[in-house]
């Protein structure tokens, strides 16, 4: 396995991010760390997803790819196409990530990955990696349980499939069953806020009434059973500071042993 560390939140730097959960978790194959371009947010994340995009293109094995937020799987999502892989999408988060500059209440880009993946919304860093669009139907939304009201009006008007955690049927790996999973190569993303904060506490943008450390395991071992997972995104979405650390090693230690 590669794993990858790119410790930042959005364009800031995260001091100390891969010492606080990753490295007792396991080997950090890399850490990614650069000074970024002056220009826009999106322009500066830009340059250092490049970086995210040729260390996974470059690697052999399965790829795990740890960040501060959402947003790195853009760079993921294009090292993956560099390999000649064009992956479905299973994105297990407490929000949908799925606004737009123009739906957007906060304006907050950390909520926009997703919507940007599928082609909506700025485009500006799929053009600087030169990735295009996935599919929509070929995006499946697990949880998402806390929306804002534009962002909500945009998927149900979407072609992404959302579903509970609980839905995630290892059995339906084809069609619109309910579980099913896309076909071929899947890009596995899986924020940490998607469990309940009780589980986890210390999250950025905790949302009550997520699920339990061992339903998140089951359905994320469901998903990787089907041999096609082709990279594993895993947004550590927590203050550093304000992490319960030996709690947030032990949750990313687990889910990095089901990726071998």
Same mark, same amino acid.
């Given at each position: 396995?590669?794993?990858?560390?790119?410790?930042?939140?959005?364009?800031?730097?995260?001091?100390?991010?891969?010492?606080?959960?990753?490295?007792?978790?396991?080997?950090?194959?890399?850490?990614?760390?650069?000074?970024?371009?002056?220009?826009?947010?999106?322009?500066?994340?830009?340059?250092?997803?490049?970086?995210?995009?040729?260390?996974? %293109?470059?690697?052999?094995? &399965?790829?795990? *790819?740890? $960040?501060? @937020?959402?947003?790195?799987?853009? #760079?993921?999502? !294009? +090292?993956?196409?560099?390999?000649?892989?064009?992956?479905?999408?299973?994105?297990?988060?407490?929000?949908?990530?799925?606004?737009?500059?123009?739906?957007?209440?906060?304006?907050?880009?950390?909520?926009?990955?997703?919507?940007?993946?599928?082609?909506?919304?700025?485009?500006?860093?799929?053009?600087?990696?030169?990735?295009?669009?996935?599919?929509?139907?070929?995006?499946?939304?697990?949880?998402?349980?806390?929306?804002?009201?534009?962002?909500?009006?945009?998927?149900? %008007?979407?072609?992404?499939? &959302?579903?509970? *955690?609980? $839905?995630? @049927?290892?059995?339906?790996?084809? #069609?619109?069953? !309910? +579980?099913?999973?896309?076909?071929?190569?899947?890009?596995?993303?899986?924020?940490?806020?998607?469990?309940?904060?009780?589980?986890?506490?210390?999250?950025?943008?905790?949302?009550?009434?997520?699920?339990?450390?061992?339903?998140?395991?089951?359905?994320?071992?469901?998903?990787?059973?089907?041999?096609?997972?082709?990279?594993?995104?895993?947004?550590?979405?927590?203050?550093?500071?304000?992490?319960?650390?030996?709690?947030?090693?032990?949750?990313?230690?687990?889910?990095?042993?089901?990726?071998?």
């Amino acid at each position: 396995m590669s794993l990858f560390a790119v410790p930042f939140h959005l364009d800031e730097p995260l001091a100390g991010f891969s010492v606080s959960a990753l490295e007792s978790a396991g080997a950090v194959s890399r850490t990614i760390r650069m000074p970024l371009p002056e220009g826009r947010p999106w322009q500066r994340l830009a340059a250092l997803y490049e970086e995210v995009a040729t260390a996974v %293109a470059g690697a052999s094995d &399965r790829i795990v *790819v740890a $960040s501060g @937020d959402c947003t790195t799987a853009l #760079g993921t999502l !294009a +090292g993956l196409a560099r390999r000649g892989l064009d992956p479905g999408i299973v994105w297990f988060d407490a929000h949908g990530d799925f606004n737009t500059d123009e739906t957007t209440p906060s304006g907050y880009l950390g909520g926009m990955p997703l919507a940007i993946a599928v082609g909506r919304g700025d485009q500006t860093v799929p053009r600087a990696l030169d990735v295009g669009p996935i599919d929509e139907r070929r995006v499946l939304l697990v949880d998402a349980r806390d929306l804002d009201p534009a962002e909500r009006e945009a998927l149900d %008007a979407s072609r992404v499939r &959302r579903l509970p *955690v609980s $839905s995630i @049927d290892p059995a339906a790996q084809q #069609g619109a069953e !309910a +579980g099913a999973l896309p076909p071929g190569a899947i890009y596995l993303h899986l924020d940490l806020d998607v469990l309940d904060p009780l589980e986890l506490p210390g999250l950025r943008f905790p949302s009550a009434g997520g699920v339990r450390q061992a339903e998140l395991a089951r359905a994320v071992a469901a998903v990787i059973a089907t041999g096609r997972v082709a990279a594993i995104g895993l947004a550590c979405t927590w203050w550093p500071d304000r992490v319960d650390a030996p709690r947030a090693s032990a949750i990313v230690q687990q889910l990095l042993e089901m990726a071998p």
